[in-house]
């Protein structure tokens, strides 16, 4: 016996290849479709022959008709034109005659040559037409001119009848030219001519319709759906008119010519590549079970290899925020204890850097959250070049970034990058179309100094943060002992506020300024203080951060609204009756929607007039978004209170918004009150702020005023009010009246400091 021939390699992987069932399957479906598809669209053309065939023989039969009824007007029109004198009676009888034969004829007509209706047959509802002249319009009388000048028949097209409905008029001249006697026309409805097409099997097959240029003169319609796609339309030879005839078939009529061919081909081929597909599948069945257990080995350790690399991506996802791209809270925190093991065993030192974004809750509340968003990515971007396998740079969430320094030889390798982070905020960002300059604050905690694991060194590098936010934004604050009992403190007060607002434990103290034309006490500025249960008096520069910082700024400045309101409506009835509290007014509290009619509610409430409260600002939080504090200082200026801008002339000023907002008062900042006697520049633009002010119709205090010679100077440029410890500290509202009640003269308030 033979010895029986291996399958050649390259016949054994065609028939492995798990994609040709599909293509030999495919192929035999796209040869079916193509072959169905040639013997549809030759069927088609068989049906579109056969019913060319059918308008053909439905035009030809019109045309028969037609020229029936023309001839018919010509033997009339030939008899009148050799018989002029014929007698009416003679020519109605002849006419009673076609009319009867034909009964296709509305009515018969005799027109002289003035083209004036003079006989009429069959004028029972045509008599109205007796007169009538028909070559209206001008295009009619022209038509009928040229048939009276050739002898050629004239037909009015599809018209309205003056004896109601649509039809025609033949007109067939008597005689052509001087010879011209008129003409006979024959009157036909259009239904009545046309009904020769009008049968049961024309209806059951088909719909028609006769067009005039173009345009629907007629319709039969089927009584069933046509197919509009295989309608076919032929031309009708017709004299003077131009006619075409459409026939669209019903679907049953197409049905009826169309054979099973089509469907027969397209499931035969379908079947034979489903058997050929199938017959194939099952040849490579066999060869892929001879092979199963040669690859079962390959195909396990592919599949672990596919599981570790899956695990790997899944791995990386875990660890990356999605939103900027840098690694997320939970892998930086892993990352940063294995560093500080690694750093342990190898007496390195680590730095961890916390950085929050500069007055970014401003902007994310003011230009919406997808304007945070972008910001954040390319804060992101910049950040991220930094990082090497030295540096890890990560997301904290919010607007906080964290960056992981390894081997930290001393300090100034810190410092060092301290410095490269500064820089990656020098340059403005791109966000939404628009340049923003962006300034960052940093905490600095080393391992093994502040910290001996990574949440201790998170927690002291955040306490450092906070440390060198309150001395200042745009900075950096390593962290040192001591720091974290002030931020346990800090913490402390800040979960008291909320008490503190439940149980009224603020006050209010008023520093009274001082009218220098008047040299009397006209106006006070309320300044608010915690009485604290156990802390005694706390200062607002030690909790009024925390509130700004926690959001509970809002709520505090609406209790010193209510506050000032209440005292000004207790000193409605004595003499402080005129007196005006100004109170201060955070960036975020303008951002309120509800403070104009707050302060509208609370002045109404103690019935106090709105000219006695004065709003203050500060200059950084007036410009930082002008578009939007426009708006909320004209609805205050529209309610009537006073509007001042405190310090005046640091690092914002603009002459623009003092133009177009409703300012009543500038507070000259007390850095340059402080030395306006002794430094040449300070007098100089303290005088400048003065008249500028006063050209605008502005009124000017001066803050911080603490000497007579300060005071003397601002009394001798015209400075309108002064404020400062010269005139008084702040002091409660009790110790105030007392103060007024005495009716002191300016020269005796140096002794009451």
Same mark, same amino acid.
């Given at each position: 016996?033979?010895?029986?021939?291996?399958?050649?390699?390259?016949?054994?992987?065609?028939?492995?290849?798990?994609?040709?069932?599909?293509?030999?399957?495919?192929?035999?479906?796209?040869?079916?479709?193509?072959?169905?598809?040639?013997?549809?669209?030759?069927?088609?053309?068989?049906?579109?022959?056969?019913?060319?065939?059918?308008?053909?023989?439905?035009?030809?039969?019109?045309?028969?008709?037609?020229?029936?009824?023309?001839?018919?007007?010509?033997?009339?029109?030939?008899?009148?034109?050799?018989?002029?004198?014929?007698?009416?009676?003679?020519?109605?009888?002849?006419?009673?005659?076609?009319?009867?034969?034909?009964?296709?004829?509305?009515?018969?007509?005799?027109?002289?040559?003035?083209?004036?209706?003079?006989?009429?047959?069959?004028?029972?509802?045509?008599?109205?037409?007796?007169?009538?002249?028909?070559?209206?319009?001008?295009?009619?009388?022209?038509?009928?001119?040229?048939?009276?000048?050739?002898?050629?028949?004239?037909?009015?097209?599809?018209?309205?009848?003056?004896?109601?409905?649509?039809?025609?008029?033949?007109?067939?001249?008597?005689?052509?030219?001087?010879?011209?006697?008129?003409?006979?026309?024959?009157?036909?409805?259009?239904?009545?001519?046309?009904?020769?097409?009008?049968?049961?099997?024309?209806?059951?097959?088909?719909?028609?319709?006769?067009?005039?240029?173009?345009?629907?003169?007629?319709?039969?319609? #089927? +009584?069933?759906?046509?197919? $509009?796609? !295989?309608?076919?339309?032929? =031309? @009708? /030879?017709?004299? &003077?008119?131009?006619?075409?005839?459409?026939?669209?078939?019903?679907?049953?009529?197409?049905?009826?010519?169309?054979?099973?061919?089509?469907?027969?081909?397209?499931?035969?081929?379908?079947?034979?590549?489903?058997?050929?597909?199938?017959?194939?599948?099952?040849?490579?069945?066999?060869?892929?079970?001879?092979?199963?257990?040669?690859?079962?080995?390959?195909?396990?350790?592919?599949?672990?290899?596919?599981?570790? #690399? +899956?695990?790997?991506?899944? $791995?990386? !996802?875990?660890?990356?925020? =999605? @939103? /900027?791209?840098? &690694?997320?809270?939970?892998?930086?925190?892993?990352?940063?204890?294995?560093?500080?093991?690694?750093?342990?065993?190898?007496?390195?030192?680590?730095?961890?850097?916390?950085?929050?974004?500069?007055?970014?809750?401003?902007?994310?509340?003011?230009?919406?959250?997808?304007?945070?968003?972008?910001?954040?990515?390319?804060?992101?971007?910049?950040?991220?070049?930094?990082?090497?396998?030295?540096?890890?740079?990560?997301?904290?969430?919010?607007?906080?970034?964290?960056?992981?320094?390894?081997?930290?030889?001393?300090?100034?390798?810190?410092?060092?990058?301290?410095?490269?982070?500064?820089?990656?905020?020098?340059?403005?960002?791109?966000?939404?179309?628009?340049?923003?300059?962006?300034?960052?604050?940093?905490?600095?905690?080393?391992?093994?100094?502040?910290?001996?694991?990574?949440?201790?060194?998170?927690?002291?590098?955040?306490?450092?943060?906070?440390?060198?936010?309150?001395?200042?934004?745009?900075?950096?604050?390593?962290?040192?002992?001591?720091?974290?009992?002030?931020?346990?403190?800090?913490?402390?007060?800040?979960?008291?506020?909320?008490?503190?607002?439940?149980?009224?434990?603020?006050?209010?103290?008023?520093?009274?300024?001082?009218?220098?034309?008047?040299?009397?006490?006209?106006?006070?500025?309320?300044?608010?203080?915690?009485?604290?249960?156990?802390?005694?008096?706390?200062?607002?520069?030690?909790?009024?951060?925390?509130?700004?910082?926690?959001?509970?700024?809002?709520?505090?400045?609406?209790?010193?609204?209510?506050?000032?309101?209440?005292?000004?409506?207790?000193?409605?009835?004595?003499?402080?009756?005129?007196?005006?509290?100004?109170?201060?007014?955070?960036?975020?509290?303008?951002?309120?929607?509800?403070?104009?009619?707050?302060?509208?509610?609370?002045?109404?409430?103690?019935?106090?007039?709105?000219?006695?409260?004065?709003?203050?600002?500060?200059?950084?939080?007036?410009?930082?978004?002008?578009?939007?504090?426009?708006?909320?200082?004209?609805?205050?200026?529209?309610?009537?209170?006073?509007?001042?801008?405190?310090?005046?002339?640091?690092?914002?000023?603009?002459?623009?918004?003092?133009?177009?907002?409703?300012?009543?008062?500038?507070?000259?900042?007390?850095?340059?009150?402080?030395?306006?006697?002794?430094?040449?520049?300070?007098?100089?633009?303290?005088?400048?702020?003065?008249?500028?002010?006063?050209?605008?119709?502005?009124?000017?205090?001066?803050?911080?005023?603490?000497?007579?010679?300060?005071?003397?100077?601002?009394?001798?440029?015209?400075?309108?009010?002064?404020?400062?410890?010269?005139?008084?500290?702040?002091?409660?509202?009790?110790?105030?009246?007392?103060?007024?009640?005495?009716?002191?003269?300016?020269?005796?308030?140096?002794?009451?400091?």
């Amino acid at each position: 016996m033979k010895d029986v021939k291996p399958v050649p390699d390259i016949v054994r992987r065609s028939l492995l290849s798990t994609g040709l069932p599909v293509v030999i399957f495919v192929t035999f479906l796209v040869i079916a479709i193509a072959l169905s598809y040639g013997i549809d669209q030759e069927e088609d053309s068989q049906i579109r022959l056969g019913l060319t065939t059918e308008a053909e023989n439905l035009a030809r039969e019109l045309e028969r008709d037609f020229n029936a009824h023309l001839l018919a007007l010509r033997r009339m029109a030939e008899r009148r034109r050799v018989q002029p004198d014929l007698p009416e009676k003679l020519w109605r009888q002849d006419a009673r005659h076609y009319l009867d034969h034909f009964g296709t004829y509305q009515a018969i007509v005799w027109i002289d040559s003035n083209y004036i209706v003079r006989w009429v047959e069959r004028p029972e509802g045509n008599s109205q037409v007796i007169g009538f002249n028909v070559a209206f319009p001008s295009s009619r009388r022209q038509a009928l001119s040229e048939a009276a000048r050739t002898g050629l028949p004239d037909m009015s097209g599809v018209v309205e009848l003056a004896q109601g409905g649509t039809g025609m008029m033949i007109y067939e001249p008597i005689g052509k030219g001087e010879e011209n006697m008129g003409f006979v026309a024959g009157v036909f409805q259009l239904e009545n001519l046309l009904g020769t097409l009008d049968t049961p099997r024309v209806r059951q097959n088909f719909r028609v319709l006769i067009r005039e240029e173009g345009r629907i003169a007629h319709e039969i319609e #089927s +009584a069933n759906p046509v197919h $509009e796609d !295989l309608a076919q339309s032929v =031309p @009708l /030879t017709l004299p &003077a008119i131009q006619w075409s005839l459409e026939l669209a078939p019903t679907d049953a009529w197409v049905e009826r010519h169309r054979s099973l061919w089509p469907s027969f081909t397209f499931y035969t081929l379908i079947i034979m590549g489903l058997l050929i597909s199938a017959s194939i599948l099952l040849a490579q069945g066999i060869l892929k079970r001879n092979q199963a257990l040669l690859r079962t080995r390959n195909q396990l350790q592919s599949e672990i290899d596919q599981r570790k #690399s +899956a695990q790997k991506s899944l $791995e990386r !996802l875990e660890s990356t925020d =999605p @939103l /900027t791209g840098l &690694a997320n809270r939970r892998f930086f925190m892993e990352d940063l204890a294995h560093t500080l093991t690694l750093a342990d065993r190898q007496l390195r030192q680590v730095a961890l850097v916390m950085i929050d974004l500069d007055r970014f809750q401003i902007l994310n509340d003011t230009l919406g959250h997808q304007f945070g968003d972008e910001l954040l990515t390319r804060v992101s971007e910049r950040l991220s070049r930094l990082g090497d396998e030295r540096v890890l740079v990560g997301y904290a969430g919010g607007d906080e970034f964290m960056v992981c320094q390894q081997h930290v030889e001393e300090i100034d390798d810190v410092v060092h990058l301290l410095g490269q982070l500064k820089q990656s905020f020098q340059q403005p960002f791109e966000v939404q179309g628009e340049q923003h300059s962006i300034t960052a604050t940093m905490g600095v905690a080393v391992y093994p100094q502040s910290g001996l694991d990574a949440d201790i060194l998170l927690r002291n590098a955040d306490v450092a943060l906070y440390r060198a936010k309150e001395s200042g934004r745009n900075t950096y604050q390593f962290y040192t002992e001591g720091m974290q009992d002030r931020e346990v403190m800090r913490l402390e007060l800040d979960r008291d506020i909320s008490t503190a607002l439940a149980q009224d434990e603020f006050v209010l103290f008023f520093q009274p300024q001082l009218d220098l034309t008047t040299m009397k006490i006209g106006s006070v500025e309320a300044l608010i203080r915690w009485q604290h249960p156990t802390r005694g008096l706390v200062p607002p520069v030690e909790f009024i951060p925390l509130a700004e910082e926690s959001g509970r700024i809002t709520d505090i400045g609406r209790w010193v609204v209510r506050a000032a309101c209440r005292q000004l409506a207790a000193w409605n009835s004595g003499p402080l009756a005129n007196i005006r509290i100004a109170v201060n007014i955070s960036g975020r509290e303008l951002d309120d929607e509800g403070l104009v009619d707050h302060i509208q509610q609370t002045l109404k409430t103690h019935g106090v007039s709105p000219s006695r409260l004065e709003v203050e600002l500060t200059e950084e939080i007036f410009v930082e978004n002008l578009e939007r504090n426009l708006d909320q200082l004209l609805r205050l200026h529209k309610l009537g209170v006073q509007l001042s801008i405190d310090d005046f002339g640091v690092g914002y000023s603009s002459l623009a918004y003092l133009r177009d907002f409703p300012v009543d008062l500038l507070k000259i900042d007390r850095s340059f009150i402080t030395r306006v006697t002794e430094r040449h520049d300070d007098a100089v633009i303290t005088r400048a702020i003065i008249n500028l002010a006063h050209n605008l119709g502005i009124q000017v205090a001066g803050e911080g005023v603490e000497t007579e010679s300060q005071l003397s100077f601002l009394t001798s440029h015209r400075c309108d009010l002064a404020q400062g410890y010269l005139i008084s500290r702040p002091i409660p509202a009790d110790q105030l009246e007392e103060l007024l009640a005495k009716g002191i003269r300016f020269e005796e308030l140096a002794g009451l400091r």
